[in-house]
């Protein structure tokens, strides 16, 4: 019965899909408009670019304290107070006459979306059993994959016709959309049996990290993350600067990749259930090994092609699209009573080591091409001797 009551409960997966793609559209949306951002607000194009740091630090704070207020509060609240911020942020970056007001509004526009992304997938535990939930979030995992690839279209195209500006009355848009599913199809999810106070507050974080079994999922899941990420920061200079290829051919071959963690991605989605998600996570982390080993002895042993960087490792891909929703659905059902928590600290931490892997990358790829692959295979390693530790940490 319990579990009868968790479904019905559920809002469609259309909504959660649209509430957890607010805040990767927003991230990469404003891509295309950032040479027109400079010239229209007077700075340089560094400066702009900080409107995409700013807004990946405020997604990981966020997150952080979102995910156990949640707790306290519910997840409903939290979620409709979300997007309102995230609605709040566009209309400032719309209106924004200089880069630091800009910059203000991707902050908020920030701080909403990572509520809303942390806490989709908190709803999904709430309402979903851990191999159940593995199934559903590999579903919304796709959409990290789909917005970027969609996103920066649109941005482009608005930015053509309508102007930058109208990148922001586009996401005030979709974020009024957002409230409005919310609000017609959202229970509260969160369980009852809250803890009262402060509790959630002070000593969720303590309590999760001091679980060997949620820190193991945790780094597992941020490892294997961050390796993609290295991925995206490194194999552009790789294929254009190393190679001598021209941007398209990265372009091209990087649809391999994308194509890849869609395909885990229906995977976790089709068979999640069935194989369970601490399986799922284990398979995928299996592959991200083979795969980014299978790299570095093409790199040995055949010459370096976009070919033989891309397609070995499109099998990493593939199993990240297994392991984030796999290594998710097990992190937030080890204390089910910090959902909220949890999932906002899973999502910092997949925010932050991605970003040090991508900074790692940045400066050492220019001194030597192939320490792509050596982090790449460093982190993939970890991931899982982490996940490894897991049977230890239950015993």
């Known amino acids: 019965m319990r579990a009868t009551m968790r479904r019905s409960n559920r809002p469609p997966l259309s909504v959660l899909i649209a509430i957890s793609m607010l805040q990767p559209f927003a991230l990469n949306v404003l891509a295309p408009a950032t040479p027109a951002l400079a010239r229209s607000l007077a700075t340089d194009y560094a400066t702009v670019q900080l409107t995409l740091t700013v807004y990946l630090v405020t997604v990981a704070l966020s997150q952080l304290v979102v995910g156990p207020i949640s707790d306290k509060v519910g997840r409903r609240p939290c979620i409709l107070a979300g997007a309102a911020l995230f609605a709040l942020g566009s209309l400032l970056g719309a209106l924004a006459q200089e880069i630091t007001l800009l910059l203000v509004a991707r902050a908020v526009q920030a701080a909403g979306g990572g509520t809303c992304f942390a806490l989709s997938r908190a709803v999904v535990r709430d309402t979903a059993s851990k191999d159940e939930s593995a199934s559903l979030l590999g579903y919304l995992a796709s959409v990290m994959v789909l917005a970027p690839m969609v996103a920066p279209l649109i941005g482009g195209f608005l930015d053509a016709e309508f102007g930058w500006r109208s990148i922001f009355w586009a996401c005030v ?188 990358v940045g400066y050492l790829v220019p001194i030597w091409p192939a320490a792509l692959v050596a982090v790449m295979l460093a982190l993939v390693l970890t991931g899982w001797a982490s996940l490894s530790l897991l049977p230890r940490a239950r015993a």
């Open 173 to 360: 848009v979709f974020s009024l959309v957002v409230i409005a599913g919310s609000v017609a199809f959202l229970s509260e999810t969160a369980p009852r049996t809250q803890s009262s106070g402060l509790y959630a507050l002070i000593r969720g974080y303590p309590d999760l990290l001091r679980d060997r079994v949620f820190l193991g999922h945790a780094l597992a899941l941020a490892f294997t993350s961050a390796s993609f990420f290295a991925f995206i920061a490194g194999a552009p200079y790789v294929v254009v600067e190393h190679m001598g290829r021209e941007p398209d051919v990265y372009g091209f071959f990087f649809m391999l990749n994308a194509i890849g963690y869609m395909v885990g991605n229906f995977v976790s989605g089709r068979f999640g259930q069935r194989l369970g998600s601490e399986r799922l996570a284990r398979i995928g982390i299996v592959l991200s090994v083979v795969s980014v080993l299978l790299e570095a002895v093409c790199l040995l042993v055949l010459p370096w092609t976009p070919a033989t960087l891309f397609v070995p490792l499109a099998l990493n891909a593939v199993g990240n699209g297994m392991t984030i929703p796999g290594g998710t659905a097990s992190a937030l059902s080890v204390r089910p009573d910090f959902a909220g928590a949890a999932a906002g600290l899973v999502g910092a931490t997949q925010l932050g080591f991605g970003a040090i892997a991508s900074i790692l």
